[in-house]
């Protein structure tokens, strides 16, 4: 992984970048319901972990968008080549550690991964973080609600990480198996048009994992 500071005399939302770090809350949020009904049974048929596939299809989606590998260091801006994921792991005793995955690999190598990271992590069963928090993109589930908005968690100011985060899916009266998956990310740094092009990543992700088996 590799990082760039980005030249702001050349940066084409320097003033949207100004106005928004102004605001006390400069957060842009969205909720969308995707069509997993696919990659559900592509799972299913495999054997695979469906947490762990679309966490895997949600991290490179979010690498594909360059705005959402930036982040806000002293007054101006950081461009990672790529982000590692920290997600939340549920423990036995009802609260939860963080989990740090890579994810530029063959899928079964990330698969395999993924899984001793988890075992792992559940080990320490804490909080800690063990890799550069600047570059994470932060990943949580709700896998008891099918919602349809959420309020996340920020420190605010100049925190920047990108927040992922997905409910439970359900089948609707069309038959079509929906997942409701929410992007937050510092409005500093991206716009409407950005989100959408997450959406469209996963979307297009999620194909070409299936096809990769």
């Known amino acids: 992984m590799s990082s760039q500071l980005i030249d702001m005399d050349q940066y084409a939302r320097r003033s949207h970048f100004d106005y928004f770090r102004s605001l006390p809350y400069p957060y842009v949020g969205v909720t969308v319901n995707v069509d997993v009904g696919e990659l559900l049974t592509f ?4 054997g695979f972990s469906f947490y762990l596939m679309f966490l895997h299809a949600s991290a490179l989606a ?3 968008v360059r705005e959402l590998r930036q982040r806000i260091r002293d007054c101006g801006i950081i461009e990672y080549s790529e982000c590692p994921t920290s ?7 009802g609260t939860y550690c963080y989990c740090t995955l890579h994810h530029h690999m063959p899928l079964r190598d990330y698969l395999q991964q993924a899984e001793a990271a988890r075992q792992a992590c559940r ?4 909080i800690e973080e063990d890799a550069d928090v600047e570059s994470m993109v932060f990943i949580s589930s709700l896998p008891w609600l099918h919602y349809s908005a959420l309020m996340q968690p920020v420190a605010g100011g100049d925190e920047s990480n990108p927040r992922i985060t997905w409910g439970k899916y359900e089948e609707d ?4 198996v929906l997942l409701p998956v929410t992007l937050l990310a510092h409005h500093a740094l991206v716009d409407g048009i950005h989100l959408a092009q997450f959406y469209n990543n996963l979307e297009q992700t999620i194909q070409e994992l299936i096809a990769e088996i």
């Not at 080990?123 to 804490?126: F, V």
């Open 123 to 126: 080990a320490k069963g804490n």
């Open 62 to 64: 979010a690498d594909g």
């Open 43 to 46: 799972c299913r048929e495999h």
């Open 173 to 176: 009266s069309s038959g079509k």
């Open 87 to 93: 997600h939340t792991e549920l423990l036995k005793n």
